[in-house]
Structure formats: structure tokens, C-alpha cells
């Protein structure tokens, strides 16, 4: 049992509402921690809630015509303009509100997109979005690759995994680009509400949609979205998966919450990457040496957050 | 929905082609999808919901008294309630048995 | 009850969507559509209009906001030319097949390379195919009009298309010109509130751009076919209502001197008028010379066309975008295809004139006439070209 699971309530699962707004019938692949993400997101979010989808494996498995999963107003128009679809929504509402054509109500607006449509081509509207300060929330959905396309790398792909356009080869071995760092970049932008997530946390990532949509102007939460197609793990460790990210640092759960950086999960001592890296086949080809050169990466960019922690929460 | 896709003809469909269901998705079943079933043991059960919170295809309902039940319309047997499950209260077994 | 007065182009337009009332303006800044948005904002800022500007990053951003508004209930106008619009593209044929109103002014320019600010029609031409209503206008009056039928045809339950009105770059846009403004009341009258068929609320949850299985995909494509075809009527309807309240009546064709006319020059946008001075000299030395200006492009009004052609055996048509190893221009392939289902056709000579901000003069049109009177055949010419 996670140890971090339960140190709300071990019986907080049972609190949470059992209603859904993203329903059962989407087509995601066994096991897959990115529907499981969404459903938490939108459940979070609930019935005052409009999604601005961009193209990608959530919008594929959840709108199949004649079919929806979505029971909020949802719409998808491409793959690179889920937050300039967002800013229109949420202006257009706005203008609407305010001309006393539509009832003043709060309507919570909500763009995501997976992480090549975040880091990669979509990286320009987010950014203009942010800068504008439309208030919504953006989600990242971070499956670490194009998985819906065929698992092609993206920026957002770790250091070394293999995927179909940085396949392990015998002189180079798959990725050798490290993570774009979007949380950081966002966070540059000095939005309010910056968050990472991870739906082996479902509590704490509740929490974190929770606060970015009751915060006024824009904010952006990033959840690491295990894929066990891509990332070629057994569809049960889904789960463990995302918990190993954390454990290891590989994927820190943090806030900047107005400038203040704090981290939600501090472990006293991280485990080593290699636990998280041997069981995905993404990773089977990692040297020790490869494993030693993540490892201190890993290391040097958790001391690097821990910094950012310490010089934001002075006095 | 009203008919099967092959039936759909282009004056059933809305303007912009809306889906103004919502959440028709629901009569779709990924239950077929299954190659191992989840068991559950309800004697073994501390009725925590782990089980519940991490299921990504919304198949498993927690009951008035607080125990779970499958919903296997819906389960695609990911399995991740059975790993998750603090007291090996869920196996997974192939489904032909 | 209407007043005149000069304004430049740009500015009239501008007033226009004021006084449709839009709500949102998203709009990224490219020449020659600048001093639209220019003056949009200061309406804003100095609270004549109750709208959103939204000053976005890209074109593809604008287009993607006002994506978002439309769909949101809002009314939302933008505005761009040349490689504004050819960003942005991906996401103009997008709104048309979610059937999201919206009214775009393209303030036409050519596109690179060579880079240039000047005018042609080679932006709208790339999106031809696009599925948005598309009309050319001649001169500022037809602008400003056109702001308040483009919204009301746009958001007609009956239509629910997007419209793009395509006004020459600099040649239009940037002159000043008298124009017969509306009273707010007349215009309240024409264009009632955006009522959107769906829209994005709680209250009523639908789904917008569902993905398309191969099962569903070409029934899509056929009903969104079929929505656009059954547009005419409508898109007269609104004219000939607006004629009615203002006096000024507006048709997809508009002629000049076509009677007993041998010969028929076609135009599209603001050379209309430099065509009809040509007309007039020709017409002095008795060349039996006509024109025919096309100023609805889609729906493309071929009935009206064959109607206007009818006399002539020769028709000479100006293109000011080039189809490369196509038929010389978009607008000569559109007028060779409503001309061949009958059985005694016009020859069709084809111009190709006024690229990047050529200069055409009414001579110009004398000469091109001759031209084509002496050269025999089908066959297109990219006019005055050094060689």
C-alpha cells in the first residue's frame, strides 16, 4: 500500500464524490493513467466546467462520433490551439456576463492537452494564453511521448527512453534530449498557480485542480500520465509506475503558488532511478553508465527545487 | 443514441456535427476487451476505496455498506485494483476460466 | 436618416462591427488590416464598444479564440490578410465544419515570396475551398454594409456558416471615402442578437468537434455539403432586407453596360471600378463592351453568371492570383466551369492582372480587350509583365 495514499484518511477514497463527468465507455487503452488523471480532473471540476480539448489520445477516446464521454461542454477544434480555444470561451463568456446576455454564474473553463500538444506545438498559444491571464485552467496530460500518433518522442520524452523516432539504436540510445521543463517555463510566465500532479497521488492531484480553478487568472497543472502502451510496462503497474517517478525524483510533485515554490512530497532520501527505470521496456537498454548520468541529473535538479523552496518561502 | 453508426445517415446528424447527448459514451462496452476478470473477496475487504479512486475506466461502484462491487460492462482487466489493493482482497483470473 | 461622411475604409469598418455590437475582436496584427483593429481597440479602450479585445499571439490564435467565443455564444469578429490568414488556415476550415459563425475581414494581400504588402488575391484564393461565404467588395459603402449582412447571414439559424469579406489591401482598406452611415436603430432592426443553435454551457452539455470514423466521416462532409448549398437564398433574403431598410440593394453579380454587350470583362473587388471607367471609353469608340463584377465568390453564383454572359462571345476575365499549372486563374476556372454545360459558349480569355500591388489603369482594361479580341483560343496571360 502507498504510503503517501493514506496519510489523509484511509478511507478518503470513499469521500470523494462519486459522480463522473468524464463516463465510462472511452476507449483508452488497459490500464491507462491518463484517463485515469482525467476522470479525477473532471470530477474535480465537475458540472460548472467547459473543456477546450486538444487533439490527442484523450480526444480520440472519448469522442468517437456518434459517441461522447464528456458530460460537460466539450469541445475539440485542433492540436496545437487548446488554450487560444480556452481564451475564447472564457472571454466570450465574459463579454456575454457582462452584457447581461448570459446569467452571471461561475463558469470554471478548462484547456488540456497531452505533452506534444503542450511542449511541443502548442507551446506558443499556451504561452500567449498565460500572458494574456485568461482565467482557466490548463492541464498537461504528460504521457512523455506521441503516443497517439504511435509513440513518437516529443520534447517532453525523459533522457534514454526508446520510442518510435529515438529508438534504442546500436550507436545512439533513443532519446538524448532531457525533459522539456514545462512547469518551470509556466511558471516563468509568473502566473499564479503552477502545479505538478500524478494520478498515483489522486488526492493530492485533486487538491491541485481544485485550488487552480478557485484561483483567479490562469494556472497550469502538469500530471505525469503513465501510459503503459507507450512506456511498455504490464497495465497493472500503471499505478506503481507513477509512484516510482515520484519516489525517485524523477517527476517531483510541487506548487508555485504565487511565486512561492513548495514541495508536496519531500522525501528524506529519494530512491534510486533505477528503480523506476528497470521495469519499463522503454528503458531496457540503459547502460549502468546511462542509469548513472540520469541519476545525477535527477539529483542535481531535485537540490535545484529544493533551493527554489528555500529562497521563496524567506522571510 | 438513436441508431447504430451504419444506420447514421447525414441528415441524423446535428448542426457541426454536436453530440448533444452527453455521455452517450456509456452504452459502449469495453468489458469485451478483458482477457483476465477481477474477483473480488469480500471478506478480505477494509472497504477503503483504493480500489475505487485508481480505477481509470470508472468499473467499480462502492456500495451503500461500503463494499465495492465490478461493473464488467465497463472493466477492459488493467488489473490495477488487484495490485493496488492493500489486502489482497481483488485476484485477477483469466477469463475463460 | 442615413449620414455621409468621409472616412477611410478601415475606420468605416471598424465603426461597423461597433455597431453590430460584437463581443469579441481577437485579432493579430499583419498590413494592410491594421488600422481595422487599430481603431477596434480604441472603441474598446474608450468604452463605445462593450467587447473583448483580445490581442493575441498568432493568427492561428485568433482564429482559435474566436473559435472558442463562437462557440461560447458570442459575437466575434477578426480580421487579417495575406500570411495572417495563411497561418490561421488550419483553423478557418475548422469553424466552417463546426458551424461556428463568425465574420473576417481579409484585407487581401499577396503572399511570399517575394514578400509583399501590396494587393492581390492570392490569400482568399488558398482558401477557397475552405467552406466560409465569401464575398468581394468594391468600394468603402460595401464594407461598411457588408459588417452588419456578414454578421446576419453568418448567424441565420438558417445558415450558421461562417462569412469572410475579402476587401482589396491599401487600394481599399486605406482610402477615404463618403460613407452612408446607419442610425444604431436601423441597424438594431437588421441584425437581432447572435441566438447560437448550440453553445457551450453548463446547462446544456454538448460535445463540438467530435472525432470522425471513416463509418461517419463522408456523412459529415455531405451535410455540411448540403448546408452550404442551401445558403443562397438566404445570403438574398439578407440582402434584399437590408435593401429595404437603407435603399442600398446588393446581388452575388452586379453588371455595368452589359446590354447588347459582345464582349464582357469580369472583375472581382475594388477594380470594378477602374473597369467601368475602362468600359466607358471602350464603349465611346463603340466596342460593344460589358462588365460583370462577381462580388458573391462562394456559394459561386453560376446561374447568375450564365444569366449576365449570355450575349457575349467573348469573355475576358481578370484573375489577380495564379493557379500555377492550373488553368491560369481561380476565378477563369470557375467561369469556364459555369459556362460549359451550354451548348453555345463564350470564348473565355483569362488576365491574369494587378499582382502585389500592379497598378491597373482603365487603359489597361482597352488594351487587354483588344488583345484578347485579336488573340483566338483559351488561354490565360499574366498581363504587363516586363520580358
Known sequence: MDEYLDRLNIYASRLVSQKEYFVPGHRACQGCAEALALRLVAKTLGRNNIVACATGCMEIVSSPLPLTSWKVPWIHVAFENAAAVASGIESGLKALMRKGRLPRQKINVMAMAGDGGTSDIGLQALSGALERGHNMVYVCFDNEAYMNTGIQRSSSTPFGASTTTSPAGKVVPGQVTWKKNMPEITAAHNIPYVATACSSYPFDLMEKVKKAADIEGPAYVHILSICPTGWRIPPQLAIHAGRMAIETGMFPLYEVERGKYRLNIDLPELRPVEEYLRFQGRFRHLTPELIEKIQQRVREEYEKLKRKVEMTNED | ?97 | MATRVGMEVSIAAAEAVKQANADIIAAYPITPQTHIVEHLSELVNDGELDAEFIPVESEHSAMSVCAGSSAAGARTFTCTSSQGLILMSEIVYAVASLRLPMLMILANRSLNSPLSIWNDHSDVMSVRDCGWIQVFMENGQEVYDHVFIGFRVAEDRNVIIPFMMNIDGFMLTHVIEPIGLLEQEVVDRYLPPFQPLYRLHPNNPVTMGAFGPPILFTEAKKAQDEAFNKTMPHIIKAWQEFGDLTGRYYHPIETYRTDEAKIVIITQGSLGETASIGIDMMREEKEPVGLVKIRLWRPFPFAELREAVKEAELVVVMDRAISYGGPGGPLAGEVRSALYPQESRPRVANFIIGLGGRDVAPEDFVQMVQQAKAQPGEWYEIYGVRE
Open chain 2, 1 to 97: 443514441m438513436a441508431k447504430p453508426e451504419n444506420e447514421i445517415t447525414w441528415r441524423d446528424l446535428e448542426v457541426g456535427i454536436v453530440v448533444n447527448e452527453p455521455g452517450n459514451a456509456s452504452v459502449y462496452c469495453t468489458g469485451d476487451w478483458r482477457s483476465q476478470r477481477p474477483v473480488y473477496a469480500t471478506e478480505r475487504c477494509i472497504k477503503c476505496g483504493t480500489c475505487y479512486i485508481y480505477c481509470p475506466d470508472m468499473a467499480i461502484k462502492i456500495l451503500r455498506d461500503g463494499y465495492i462491487e465490478h461493473d464488467l460492462y465497463y472493466c477492459k482487466g488493467c488489473g490495477i485494483c488487484a495490485q493496488e489493493c492493500p489486502t489482497g482482497a481483488i485476484t485477477m483470473v483469466e477469463e475463460e476460466e
